[in-house]
């Protein structure tokens, strides 16, 4: 069976081996790519995003969990370096993971975080890709934030779960500095430690003041209690899921998933385009030593990195542009 | 005067104007680049990196302190939303920072982080040149880090400091994850805080397991203490500023600037090529009509994003790539 229809079909094997690839940037993924994506475009995807220790992955495994009881299919891909799933485990992390391991209604991976940025960003796209042909109903994505990567996952997600916890004074700041405007959904975790109180009221008063978003929907703030009660911590994620399943319902009917949807899109090509326009000149400049013999030019101050680009730009690109 | 001219006088307006240009993407500040481009590479570039809340503007404004004791001008670069200097301040923050308001000695602005990513990389070199070209000796450059963007800073930096407070568990996670292989000198601050001890043991015990890096440099710890006790942060910051002295001195003497000038001429080549060959082919397809068409096609799942972007290279680019 060709590899994309044994991804649809749902084979495990085929699809770990894809995003190993993708991640590595082999490019016979590419065309893998390629075969999947009509089969893509039916998952909700939720960015979960927040500091290192914010309980991210506690979290996502809460919201495994709860989709699972409801017998919708989970997958998770893991894109924080500081993530159990990842590798930072400690053992009651790795233990609390082990239970999904033999469900085939779960599918986790991640993602290292090193190399270029362009390149991550890109795997992310198509890592969801895979999960979404094999026809999961949710794919949690959970980032690391603070700062560029988790504007880069609106690019990704319908739905963006922003995640504090009390006692980090600069969470605020951060929140001021960027990340209130992608919150669809903020939680206040570990919120029986000191300070949740105060931390939820800031968030509220920041939402007041802030003008209400395309179709008026106005990002709940989900308080989520301690992991090592586990029925109190059932209870809470389950507002979390109705929640994230409340705010698809809005994308939905206020026809906003189709801006997203667009957003997404138009990402992904800008992606594609770096890839088959910037990447073959650059490996021209590499294999004839024309890179090289730039970079020195540079050192020696003969000229400058604006002039030798337009320099390339005019040898490389047709004249029309 | 010629704009270039006037920076490398030291023309506060005309430089703070160019990286305003620069951060806005202003075409003309491409060309004043240009010209600054033969005065750079004088100036000793320092990353200060670390999470929010970690105290690096505190750092940062100590040793602004203690270079200009020693009659070394300073510029200083914020790329961290939560920066005072960028705008997330305390007023204690800014009545500190006021200080240096009248310092023509000292040169301090901000970049703000939204936006594109490789945007930033490029603005965070351009402003560097600027500052560089202004003839400051010292250049501190402020990065908030979790994940990509300190990766970043090794681009532009001589010297990477990394800065961690004890009683946050998940640094040194983040440091396994990556921070390990960029940092030239790590800083525990906050150090009269628990846990300072055990964090500076972890760290040693971290380095003693890494392999030496080339040259033989091994990452110096430097405990900084309380700043309400301006005394004991004087003295500590006294013995950071040597550490970043002594760092250079040893890049130099071992002859490793060289690579790092090289890996920071390639990086900065590449953010060149970029915008001279990517850029003009976006331009077209968006001024053509021909993005969005292509966008229609991918949401009706007629092609997908890697092929269409193919099509688009074999018309653009010259025949021979």
Chains 1, 2 share one sequence.
């Not at 024309?290 to 690109?317: F, G, H, N, Q």
Request: charged fraction near 25%; aromatic fraction near 4%; include cysteine.
């Amino acid at each position: 069976m060709e590899i994309g229809k044994k991804i649809k079909a749902g084979d495990i094997r085929a699809a770990s081996r894809l995003i190993r690839d993708i991640e590595d940037s082999i490019p016979e993924a590419k065309f893998t790519i390629k075969h999947i994506f009509p089969y893509t475009g039916k998952a909700q995807v939720v960015g979960i995003t927040g500091s290192p220790g914010a309980g991210k992955s506690t979290l996502v495994d809460g919201l495994v969990e709860a989709n699972r009881k409801r017998n919708r299919t989970v997958g998770v891909l893991a894109v924080d370096p500081t993530s159990p799933f990842t590798g930072g485990a400690t053992l009651g992390d790795r233990i609390r993971m082990q239970r999904h391991a033999e469900d085939p209604g779960v599918f986790i991976r991640s993602l290292a975080t090193r190399g270029s940025l362009g390149g991550l960003s890109k795997a992310v796209g198509d890592a969801i890709h895979v999960m979404d042909a094999m026809g999961k109903d949710i794919i949690l994505v959970e980032t690391v934030g603070t700062g560029q990567q988790e504007v880069e996952i609106i690019n990704y997600a319908h739905t963006v779960i922003v995640v504090l916890v009390p006692g980090m004074g600069d969470e605020i700041q951060a929140i001021k500095a960027g990340i209130m405007e992608i919150a669809d959904i903020f939680v206040v975790n570990k919120s029986d430690r000191e300070g949740a109180g105060k931390l939820q009221r800031e968030l509220m008063a920041m939402l007041d003041m802030s003008p209400v978003a395309a179709g008026g929907w106005r990002p709940p703030i989900v308080t989520i209690g301690n992991s090592f009660k586990p029925e109190e911590f059932e209870q809470d994620i389950g507002k979390l899921s109705a929640r994230i399943h409340e705010h698809y319902e809005f994308l939905v009917s206020s026809d906003l998933i189709g801006d997203r949807l667009r957003r997404k899109t138009m990402h992904e090509l800008n992606e594609a385009l770096r890839s088959s326009i910037l990447e073959p000149v650059l490996n021209m400049l590499v294999s004839t030593g024309e890179l090289d013999r730039m970079v020195e030019k540079l050192l020696k101050k003969e000229s400058d990195p604006c002039s030798l680009a337009e320099e390339v730009a005019r040898k490389y690109l047709q004249e029309c542009i």
